[in-house]
């Protein structure tokens, strides 16, 4: 063995024995309140390959959509005819596109029922609220009244909100947050929102 | 309707106007390149969103795993039995496991070969590289014949990379580039690795 590879095992070694120190120090098992924020693409796709995970370990799960109203998307194609996975597509667009606080109000208000029966039943392990930011930044939502279900929901449920500006509020109560900058955005190059990647 | 409600309906009109000009000026379709890295937790399960998403349009998707080497995560177990998702799990875990940087240049380089043959074949609509990055990183690749296949593979085929610290280059050559910050996670609570969250 050379010594650029001898001395790659020693580094290794020292990297080994700390990290898994730091896993066994990690040991508890509790439902994990997630949230995804930032202007970055990869919110709402990392909560849906957190939805194909746990629906490779055979866990229920419940996906909310609040704000996309379109039902040609591929993540409701694809996840919601899986056997364990309840899919609910809850909004009218964006709120630029009904133009009716009004309106967005109803529909928010509907919306956060259909997530409540989830965030109160254990059957479920997994709850994705998709979008779920928008709504409460834009007050259609009681903010409080939505932290105080998130927090009194069955221990072991893992809930995932996604969306840009998680309040700080939201981000006190979670356990993982992870804020996605726009680097570089496709978008911004002329190139229209892809099917597979965007939808 | 009310003077808040009208205010609120003109500022969505002129959202609207600028946001469908936006939309309309990108006009374009083209296989992307799409890097996810940043520390914070995201970059792999965004990925394996998109494979969801590209499955409910019916594309076919190569996904290579170039670090993990167990094959008990929720995500092989799930995407690995679906139709169209060809799944490799090509890794000996992470190089502080192995601890020999001879049998983890050869596992890499076998690894991306994998990916070539997909890299190659316009079949393929969405090819995953998850983890990639670390295999550049550490030299354990060349960084300029990767970019080189990554430049020269079919137009209309989408690729993700995900791990930290994507090099400039790569991100030079990318279409989309999301770097996610760990604000907060878990982990650092002592709270252990969850099933379908984590794996």
Redesign the interface.
Known sequence: MND??QR??AR??R??AL?DA??A??????G?L?V?T?N??????????????????R?KVGVCQFLKSRTD???????GQQTNCEWHVLGDG?????????QDITTAQHGWEVACQMLADPAY??VVLDELTYLLNYGYLNADQVLDTLAARPPMQ?VVVTGRAASPAL?DL??????????????R?????????D?
């Open positions: 650029h590879n790659h095992q290794m070694e990297k080994k990290i730091s896993i120090r990690a040991d508890q098992e509790k994990l997630l995804l930032g970055g693409k990869g919110k709402s796709s990392s909560a849906f390959g957190m939805v194909g995970r746990s629906l490779g370990h866990m998307t591929g993540e409701e194609a694809f996840f964006f709120t630029w596109e009904t133009q009716s606080r009004e392990h997994l893992h981000c979670a356990d993982t947050v992870s804020e996605i900058a726009d680097v570089k955005h496709a978008f190059s002329g190139i229209q929102a892809q099917k597979g990647i939808l």
